[in-house]
Structures are given as C-alpha cells and as structure tokens.
C-alpha cells in the first residue's frame, strides 16, 4: 500500500507503553498469587527460600541491570547520531542476557537435580507450602526468562536495523521501544529478587 | 466532490479474497469481525437450542450427560469469547472510532488485522479442541480449577484459545486509546467526541488492565496439567478460591468490556432518532468511565458461596451495589433524552427500546443479586443464567442488533426492509422473554444450572422456556435473513437516511477508502449530537 | 506534537546520568541484600521500600518517564493503582478467612 506514511512517534511510545500496561497487569497477577501464598504460608516460604541460590540471584541482578544501563546508553549515543557506540551498546546487552539465561540455566538445573521440580517425588514429600513456593517460582522465573529470551529477539532485530540504518538518529523510536520492554524485564526481576531469593 | 469507489469496491492493488483478508483498512477488519462473529454467533444459537431441546426429556436419547457438559461449556465459550467480548467494539469500533473522532484510520492499522487474525487463530483452536485431546472440554466456560486441572477432556487447547482471544482483545485496547488520544481531528476535543468513542475508550482501559490477569490465569491453568505445579491444586497446598480470585478479576470487568460500547452504541442511537441531543452529555461520559473503574472492583460477588471471608463478601456486597448507580445514571439520561424529543420511530429505535426495557430487567436483577441473602438462595441456579441473558443477550445483544441496524445502510449502503425487521422482532422478543424469564423462574422455584435432567415439578416451565427458544430462533433467523438479503438485493440507502448529526453521517454510503480529507470539522460545526447551537 | 518534538530535542540526557542511577541501583541491591542477612524484618521491609524505589529509578530514568509529558506518568501510575486495589481487594478475603 502506498500510503502517505504519518509518523507519530509519540503515539508509538504511548502504543508501546500501553502494552507495558498489560505485561505489568500480567506479572502482576503473579505477584498477587504470591502475596496470597505467601500469606498462607509464611514459614514454608522461609524454609524453601533458605534452597535458591542466593548468590547466583544477585549477580543475576547485577547483570540485568547492567544490560539496562547498556540500552539507556545505546539510546544516548543513537541521539548523538553515534552508530558505532550505539551497536557496542546494544551488543553488550544480548551478551548480558545471554549470560543471565545461561546462570538461570545453572540454576535450574541444580534445581532438578536436587528433586526440587514440580511433579518431581521428592517435592512431594516437602510440607505443600514448600511445594506451591516452587510452583510459583518455577512459573514465575520461567516466564521471565522467556520474556529475557523475547526482549533479546526484538533487541536483535533493532540491532538488525540499526546496522541497516533503517534504525537512525532522527527516527529511532523503536530503538526506545525496544529499550522500554527490555527495562520492563528487568523491573520484573528487581521485584522477583527479594521475593525468592532474599526472602530467607 | 467527485465520486469515488467506496471502500467495498476499491480493493486497491490486490483481488479478490485477499483484498480483505490481507487488508488494513479499519472499515474492512471491522467488516472481517462482523462475519466472523455473526457466524460463530449462530453456532452458539445452534447449540442453545439443542440444550433447549435436551430438557424436554424427549430428546434426551439424543445427547449423552457428558455431551450435555461439552454443549453448555461451548455455547459459553463461543457467545464469550467469540461474539459478546470483540462484540461492539471489534466490528463498530474498528469500523466507526476514526470517523467518528475525523481520523483515517486507527493508529496501528496492521496490529489491528493482526488482531482479528489472532480472534481466528484463538476461535479455531477453541473449536479444535472438541474434537482433538481428551474430547471436548466439560467444565463449563469458567474453568474453574480444580477441576480443569483434572478432567481428562482436553482443556489446554481450548484454554490456550481464550488466551489468544484474550491478546486480540488487548491490542484493540492498545489500538483504540492509542487512536483516540492522538489522532482526534483538530477541533475534535474530548467533550466533544460523539459519547460512542467515549464508551470506547473506557472499555478499552479494562481491556487493557483486565485481560492480562486472565491471561496469566489460564496459562497457570496450562502449567498446572502439563507440569503440576499445585498453585491451584489444594494436594499440594495450592488454593482453588485463588483460581476463583483471578478468573473473575477479569471475568467480572469482562461483562463490562461488553456491555459499555452497547451503551455507547445506545447513546448514539437514541439523540438521533429524538431528533434532540442526548441528556445529560456529561454524565454519560463520566459514567462510562466510573462503571469502567468501580465494575472492576466487584468481581468476588461471583463467588459468596464459595467460602471466602465474610469481611470479603461485605465490601464486594456494597460495591456492586455501587456499581448500579452509574448505570442508572445512563438509563435515566436515555429516557431523559426521550422526553419531549420529535420521535422518529424506525427499527433502530425499535430496538434501542428494547435494549433499555430488557438490561432494566437484567441490571434490576442484578442488584438483587448483590444482597448477600438472596444470593445463597439462586447461587448457581437458573435464575442466575436468566439474568446473565437479559444482561449479555437483552443488553448486548440488543444494541449489537440496533446498532447494526443503525449503521447497516452506512456500512454496505444499501437499506433492508423495515416490515421484515419488524416482523422479525416480535418473535424475538416474545421468545426472548419467554425462554429467559422463564428461566428466572425456575431459578426462584430452585432449578440448579448445568444440570441434565431436572425434578418433575419443573417440567412445565422447562417446556415453556423451550418453546420460547424456538420463537427467538425464528426471529434471529428473519433478522439476519433480512440484512443478508439487503446486502445483495437491497434498495441504495441514502447518505444520511436517519439525519444523524455525527460525522460518519456526513460521508457517502458506504464510504470511500480514503476518508480523511472531508474531515476538517471546524471548532463551531455540529460534531456530536449534544446541545450546542446556544452555546457557540 | 510539535510542542513535544521540541521539548525532546533541548531535553537529552547524557550518558553520565544514567551512569549515576546505575550505581544508585547496585547500592540499593546491596543494601537490600544486606538487610536480608540482618533479619526477618529487616528484609521485609527492605523489600517494601527499597524494591519499589529500584524499580521507580529504573521507570523514571531509564524509562525515560522524566523526560515524557504527564500521559505517560498518568498511564503508569493508573497501572499501578489498580493492581495495588487489586490486591487490596483480594486480601479482604485472604486475610480475614
């Protein structure tokens, strides 16, 4: 269609925003099942929490929050009409979350050798409020890193665009898109953090 | 102006069936839902009837209880998901939204096919699931854990459905707030938007704040079957009543997300056909927005048998109370808007009315069941399902009908045949109030619902309910054979046959594919149907 | 919109800015994995305050919301609004059954 292009990137970040609304309603609904168990179960939440690997979370969070500054400054040097630095940036970010993805793979597969996986037998044998903090914990960091694996596609693809230089200093809205999701992502895990793995 | 191809015959560079299906533009999505929905609306109807038919014992032989189980969580499930929710908003919101507020299309014109291919994908795996997995799924359209999570019929599927139709329903709320806020035409300003984009634009805010919680809701619902994750399973520690929490923190506000653009709808309707402006402008927009806030804080009064705290059953009580009075309000203003107005009566009209006598009924009722006492009495009874259809198919339903009447000759510019509309009304009512006040009945006399067979004492008014399903059948089937009909062999309709006042009506029927440049409404022209002459 | 492309223009932060909200917010993760090994308490309430304000820094500066008009904050805070009534409401009946 050859239609006269009417550009609003304004509307674009409200579009994108607005989207940010609903992965924010969607964890959400995470975080208040949570609350609600953990209410129920204080103790047992205590107890599970005491086996996540509370040292891998928090370099975890380091890395996470490294690979947002990295997005920010991509964002910065694309405004400076600075393509190199822009692709250093933005490439630092996937290799961040490649590596949050590959600790979290560490992690979880300690998780399961130790039996501690939903259906596994020896779950089954801990207090039920031990099992339901790791349903959800499975739940909720595995839709994370699958929103890690989303935001590295659309990271990738802006990448893509920005070597192409469809992505350019005076129109790089969906370089800030891009960002806003990615940051979203790393919000999520500011809030999961203290709930699993400081919780103890 | 010279005359230009309207939208249904400029196919632009591409032909045929791909000149739709690959489209972009609002007016050909908007039309895409229209057939889409009216068709699986007619498989609803299709099942409700043989549900009718099941309880009068003769047919019996025909369906077995567990079939019987499949037909009531379909019929939900279909009317749901797939006509009431998209309802108005997909088809007269994709379609009308940027005529009414002079824009040229919505603000993501291909998210919003996407959106409709997304209603496809979700509908057609809803409908795989019948027949693929475990059989067809048998909870009902609620799903309530923890059954759905044991029941060897095939629920993920069906359930991953709704979670597709949920993402559809989101990007046309990221679609229409988007476009409102931004591509409003220059004089448009927001109290001056026709009280349709309003109702709109708070339906599109649950949309956007509702929907994810069933999303997510359903994909633990996934989770729990595939992995067993005990979030809901009390064997592990999981809770049931959470399941309960979440499901109807979207699913209350749902009922919203249908009911309001019906009321938008209405809000148009009525002024024109008053030959006045709509009483109370004002109010009208700020009660869109306050059903759209205080609907989403009463969902647990689906739940006040369930054994939740009696704290929790109080305050929702009292809130959906609450949520009464903005309705009121809206009802009030409509027949506010009635009085003394030059009535032109025609079959939009007719069928406004409608709308207002029966969501009386519903909404009355509705209230009724907020009060905490009467509430254990019908829980779970067929009064409950009688005042579910007066609601979603006596409101919803009914301003759906007027609206397409309404628009109809806009929309395909040709005009059906009034007598035939009419003719078809009458069994639809009658049916209509037959079969759900019926039901009502029987709810009161304490018939449960989703049962397969029932008591003697209730086999009369089984039989009358039935018979009332036949009329309402006949009547769809006319109404829809009319406007059919009128598709291909209906008389050229006028550019403005109502003398509608809004801007859609200042374009030709059906309009052209490019709209935008007619539309340069001046701060001082008439651009709703409120009262303004004195003022400016 | 124009009015808005203008502002934007005059509006660009640096890279030291973000730099600065960086550290802020790997002290603020110290400090709160710190306040976990104090005690029970301690990293509840930790939780509580210093969570939200992680993730506000990240939503103010990295998000960008300081430099965009009130739309964006209103939509934001209209979020976070109704999941906290939300939860409120749902606790109504978790806490008291």
Known sequence: MTEHVHRDDFGSRLGMWLFLVTEMVLFGGLFIAYSAMRHRYPMEFHQAGAELNATLGIINTVVLLTSSLTVVLSIVAMQRGDKKRTIGFLSSTLVLGLVFLIIKAFEWSAKFHHGLYPNAPHLATLPPGEQVFFGLYFSMTGLHGLHIVAGMGVLAWVLYMVIQNQVRADRYVHLENAGLYWHLVDVIWIFLLPLFYLAA | ?536 | MDAHTTSEAQAHPGYGTFIKVWVVLLLLTGTLVGLSHVGQTAAVWGLLTLTPLKAGLVFYFFMHLKYEGPLLKAVVLVTLGTLLIFFALLFSDVAFR
């Open chain 2, 1 to 536: 102006m010279t005359a230009q191809p309207s939208f249904l015959e400029n196919t632009g560079s591409r032909k045929g069936i791909l000149a739709w299906i690959l489209s972009t533009d609002h007016k050909r999505v908007g039309l895409l839902y229209l057939y889409s929905m009216v068709s699986f609306f007619f498989v609803g109807v299709t099942i409700g009837v043989i549900m009718r038919l099941v309880q009068l014992t003769t047919f019996q032989h025909l369906v077995t209880a567990q079939t019987y189980n499949a037909l009531f969580t379909l019929h939900g499930v279909i009317m749901i998901f797939l006509f009431v929710v998209p309802g108005l908003p997909a088809v007269f919101g994709n379609f009308f939204l940027p005529i009414l507020i002079g824009a040229k299309d919505v603000a993501f014109p291909r998210l919003n096919l996407a959106s409709w291919y997304f209603f496809m994908i979700g509908a057609t795996l809803a409908i795989l699931s019948l027949f693929t997995g475990g059989g067809a799924p048998d909870t009902g359209w609620t799903f309530y854990a923890p059954f759905s999570i044991k029941t060897g019929t095939n629920i993920s599927l069906a359930v991953f459905g709704a979670f597709i139709l949920g993402f559809s329903s989101m990007l046309t709320g990221i679609n229409f707030i988007t476009t409102i806020h931004r591509l409003r035409a220059p004089g448009m300003t927001w109290f001056r938007m026709p009280l349709m984009s309003w109702a709109l634009y708070s339906t599109s805010w649950i949309q956007l704040l509702a929907t994810p919680i069933l999303a997510i809701t359903l994909v633990l619902v996934i989770l729990e079957r595939f992995f067993g994750i005990g979030i809901f399973d009390p064997a592990k520690g999981g809770d049931p009543l959470l399941y309960q929490h979440l499901f109807w923190i979207y699913s209350h506000p749902a009922v919203y997300i249908m009911i309001l653009p019906a009321m938008g709808a209405i809000s148009e309707i009525l002024p024109t056909f008053c030959k006045r402006p709509i009483f109370g402008y004002k109010a009208i927009a700020y009660s869109s927005m306050s059903i759209a806030a205080v609907g989403s804080l009463v969902w647990a009064h689906h739940m006040f048998t369930s054994g939740m705290s009696n704290v929790a059953q109080m305050v929702f009580s009292l809130l959906t109370m609450i949520v009464a009075v903005p309705s009121a309000i809206k009802v009030f203003n409509w027949v506010s808007t009635l009085y003394k107005g030059a009535i032109d009566f025609q079959p939009p009209l007719f069928f406004a009315l409608s709308f207002i006598f029966l969501f009386c009924i519903g909404g009355l009722t509705g209230v009724m069941q907020g009060a905490l006492a009467i509430n254990i009495h019908i829980h779970d009874t067929y009064f409950i399902v009688g005042h579910f259809h007066y609601v979603m198919f006596g409101g919803t339903g009914f301003a759906f009908f007027a609206a397409l009447l309404y628009w109809f000759p806009k929309m395909f510019g040709k005009m059906y045949s009034k007598k035939a509309i009419y003719a078809s009304w009458f069994p639809m009512f009658i049916g209509f109030n037959m079969l759900y006040f019926g039901m009502m009945i029987l709810g009161m006399m304490g018939m449960p619902r989703r049962y397969y067979v029932h008591l003697p004492q209730f086999h009369w008014m089984h039989v009358f309910a039935t018979v009332g399903s036949w009329f309402l059948a006949l009547g769809l089937l006319g109404f829809f054979g009319t406007l059919l009909y009128a598709i291909f062999k209906g008389e050229k309709a006028e550019d403005n046959p109502w003398g509608g006042v809004t801007l859609e009506w200042t374009i030709p029927s059906p309009p052209p594919l490019r709209t935008s440049k007619r539309f340069q409404p001046s701060p001082r022209a008439p651009i709703t149907s409120r009262r303004r002459t004195r003022r400016d």
